[in-house]
């Protein structure tokens, strides 16, 4: 970002600034200022003011007369740019033209103008990068005008860095650009550490009935004791509490008013943005996008994949349920659950329970590795947010699955 700066005051006494520009290459950076400033002689819009004064500071020799009224068509809220005659401007060095200039939002802009694609994705990852710096791009895009005043194709030059507010450029960007936003519950935390707690020991206890690599061997005539047996009970029992915490689970996607809870959050592809967006997450997982849509809570290639590791926690119950079903075959119920081991086998069903052990720790060492990651890299405070519930985010900032951050 450039470094000039302007500023202007609204009738409520928000500052609004400019930070510079970006340019996609053509123009110099000033040009694009220069371009920006020039309104109509009656405009007291202070963003109008805010590029001014910027303007004045950077390049004064740049500064136009304020165009007149009829050369001027404002925005609107249906098209949110507006255009703009400007006589006799130095768009290259000494090189004066007559220019019509579009100046507004980014998306719009980018669909009036010409743009190769390469540049609007540059324009586009520059922007995003402005928005989470909590920066407004204020796109401005050039058409040639001709002899009789016919107007040509526009082409985006670059966009102006808007701010309203307490915005700060990176290099000064201290704790007040970030603010704290509450997204998981206290019962989904407690859930969250409780499931750490039981997958732990059941697969401490799983591991040692699947291979009891320690204590004393059985041999002919030496007492073995009772320590497998411990190591089962403790097993069954932890197993039976792990069941419970997972149908508490079930009961409250149904009950809680906690949007991050309810079963309509398991499956997050609802709309085909949604898949979209499922797209650019995978894209930039990939390491191919630079940017990934920002969400608050999971974004949806994360959601997938805890609907997929509580699909996998529900089967790992069920074969576990199977197993401890064969002890009681006198008894309806439990020969019901270990009707499976009737059509797939014993050996298969305690494989299938000890791979999906195996995959569970796998999970965890992605989940782990995944989590420390993000917290480094985006600051966000993700790690803590199992613990205190929020993460923090920059002000201005506008998540997909949440108001914009103020
Ligand atoms: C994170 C969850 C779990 C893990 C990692 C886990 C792991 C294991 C492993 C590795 C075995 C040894 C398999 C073999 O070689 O026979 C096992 C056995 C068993 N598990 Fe689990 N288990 C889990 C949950 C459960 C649950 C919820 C139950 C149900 C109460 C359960 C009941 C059993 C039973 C009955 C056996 C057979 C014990 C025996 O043969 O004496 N497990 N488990």
Known sequence: MSAPTGSALTATGTEVRVGGAFTLGTVAEGVILGLAAVSCAESTDPVDRALRAALLEDRPDLEKPPVLEEDFDPATPRRRYSLTMVRHFPLHDDDYSDVVVMRGALEPVLAK???SRRDKGLIRRNATWALARGWRALAVAVAPVGPRDQVG?????GFVYVGVGRVKPLADEGPSNWAWVQVWSASLRAQHWLNVAVVLILSCTGYIIMDPFFGPAAGQGSDVGFLMGWVRLIHFAVGFLWILIG???VVAAFTSR???LRWSAWWPLKTKTDVKRLGLVLGHYALIKPEAPLYVAHNPLQQ???????LGCGVQMLTGLTLFGLYHQTNWFWE??????HWLGIPFIRLFHTMVMFCLWAFVTVHVYLAVRADSLERHGGISSMING???LRRGSQPVDA???G
């Open 336 to 341: 019901l659950f270990a009707m499976p081991t």
């Open 247 to 249: 149908l508490t689970r």
């Open 258 to 260: 906690d949007r991050h």
């Open 403 to 405: 108001p914009e951050v």
């Open 304 to 310: 997938l994949t805890y609907t997929a590791l509580y």
């Open 153 to 157: 194709t526009f082409s985006v030059l």
């Open 390 to 392: 929020g993460v923090w």
């Open 113 to 115: 103008a010409t743009i």
